[in-house]
């Protein structure tokens, strides 16, 4: 059966095309616009004969404070939540967190973003899957809670520069060309005409991480290729 997905939203606009980009992505949507209408969806009728596997919970309702309506969820419900705050809001990512939800995207996002964030919270909250953790050198990267270490303190990455560390780190020291790098992380096929600009950012990204790493020689170019993540770090 095919993920059920509670989509609480309560912008009409944002709530369609979110739920068409949802089932274009093979999701089963259920969507509503008030935190009165997600408990029901989450606990009445409709629930009990096709339980949802996840909700998608927009903090910003009109009826209901967000983060009260992920309260009530989590009271009634095992089923996982990923709250949605507003860039603008100023505190998107407190609130994020704090709501108690598994995870938490920001808007504007992009649909793969989300897709990945729910699958990796779908993985979790279902328990048969193992967070992988790569160890390299002083790193510790655990690729579903998205933490890393060094020596044991963790270090604050932006999504991009932990997808990229990502990266380096699945390919267990061997080097990953900036084309990879591009298409893997910034999905810029080679034909791409953002290719110039996305090759910048990939710069930007790999000092950016060697600086929060902190690290020397953790993140080793490899010269006219690529990237290489070095074991010995
Ligand atoms: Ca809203």
């Known amino acids: ?35 009165a209408a997600a408990l029901e969806a989450v606990t009445g009728p409709a629930a009990a004969a096709d339980p949802p596997d996840i909700v998608l919970l927009d903090l910003g309702l009109p009826d209901l404070d ?8 989590r009271a009634r419900s095992a ?5 949605v705050t507003a860039r603008g809001h100023q505190q998107a990512r407190v609130l994020g967190l704090r709501s108690g939800a ?17 699958e990796a919270v779908l993985r979790r909250t ?11 050198g002083r790193l510790r990267i655990d690729l579903a ?7 044991g303190a963790e270090v604050t990455l932006r999504r991009k520069e932990f997808d990229l560390l990502a990266a380096l780190a699945r390919r ?20 791409d005409p953002g290719r110039e600009a996305g090759l910048h950012s990939l710069e930007v990204h790999v000092a950016a991480l060697r600086s929060k790493l902190d690290a020397p020689g953790t993140v080793l170019t ?7 993540l070095a074991a010995g770090g």
């Open 79 to 83: 089923v996982p939540v990923i709250a």
């Open 172 to 191: 267990d020291g061997a080097v990953v060309s900036r084309a990879d790098l591009l298409d893997d992380v910034w999905g810029l096929p080679p034909d």
């Open 102 to 118: 598994d995870d938490y995207v920001v808007k504007p996002f992009a649909i793969d973003e989300l897709t990945a964030r729910m």
């Open 126 to 136: 279902a328990g048969h899957v193992v967070a992988p953790v790569i160890v390299a």
């Open 145 to 151: 809670r998205r933490v890393v270490e060094v020596d």
């Open 222 to 228: 490899v010269r006219g290729v690529g990237y290489r």
């Open 66 to 73: 967000g983060v009260e309506v992920c309260r009530r969820l």
């Open 1 to 35: 059966m095919r993920v059920l997905v509670v989509l609480v939203e309560d912008s009409e606009a944002v709530r369609e095309a979110l739920a068409a980009a949802l089932r274009a992505a093979g999701y089963r949507v259920r969507p509503v616009g008030t935190g």
